[in-house]
């Protein structure tokens, strides 16, 4: 068995605003194994990419906070470490491919310089073999002429090929952990399953464990060892891909599953969760699913359900699990 490669432990990301505290991140708990893509799934705004911007420190501040919890990548608390052993890290043992290549990538700036600017810091490459290295990576992440795409600007590329370039730069120091935050969002559906498959062939070749952060069940199916579900900043439930997608626990899961459209559906209009993600300002310290749940009960509108084993390798906060309930 793989052994532990990153541990997030009881981590707590929170913004201090005008309205009040916003608990992003709030007591947080996962693993990643090396070789492992263990995908973050929830809507928009429950704390995934701030859950993965706080693994490098990243959050901007103010307004935001790491307030407390450990996150430990091969032995170390990456909490504990300067703003210099953290850069050593960054895009060295750890790279991001961002939501966006677009805001992401440099204008001003050649894709060339920008991927051999991260080999000449960390690999101490001189300027002639960075190019080199720069165009092999870009050749292995299927960019024809990578040569003269070396000498060119951001602007100058289709939105695919940027996509690509970004995870060139990301896997240019042969990192042990891809951070993806939604790599695909911004893509058409050819291009989406194309950069899908390059992430998957790339890990093979590279023993490269990923974190995938997405709210498209599709590409958690394709691609996921492992998924955490989140909901308003907490994991509701964990499991192997495959028990999770064949025995889903929480409704909220469950709710995500259904929304999912299949072609043997004969329905008219695709199933949605009834009500609003809960405002993330003063949360009351009950289950943040409650309102929207069917199976909600009293208990739920009292307490915050624990995450709890229900086997072997499954978890989940509900209090439909929780014994003594």
Known sequence: MAKELLEVKNLCTYFYTQSGVVKSVNDVSFNIRQGETVCVVGE????????????????PSPPGKIVSGEIIFKGKNLLDLSEDELREIRGNEIS?????????????????????????????????????ASIDVLKLVGIPRADSIFDSYPHELSGGMRQRAMIAMALSCDPELLIADEPTTALD?????????????????????????????????EMADYVVVMYAGKVVEEAPVHELFKNPLHPYTVGLLKSKPSINDKVDRLYSIPGQVPNPVGMPE???????????????????????QVNDVHKVACWLYEEGK
């Open 96 to 132: 991001v491919i961002f939501q966006e290549p677009m805001t992401s990538l440099n204008p001003v700036f050649t894709i060339g310089y920008q991927i051999s600017e991260s080999l000449m810091l960390h690999k101490k490459l001189s300027k002639e073999e960075a190019r080199k």
């Open 44 to 59: 928009s705004g429950c704390g995934k990419s701030v859950t993965s911007m706080s693994i490098l420190k990243l959050i």
């Open 189 to 221: 559906v050819t291009i989406q399953a194309q950069i899908l498959d390059l992430m998957r062939d790339l890990k093979k070749k590279l023993n490269t464990a990923i974190m995938l952060i997405t709210h498209d069940l599709g590409v958690v199916a």
């Open 286 to 308: 009950n289950c943040y699913f409650c309102e929207r749940c069917e199976k909600a009960k009293d208990i739920c509108r009292k307490k915050q359900p624990h995450l709890v």
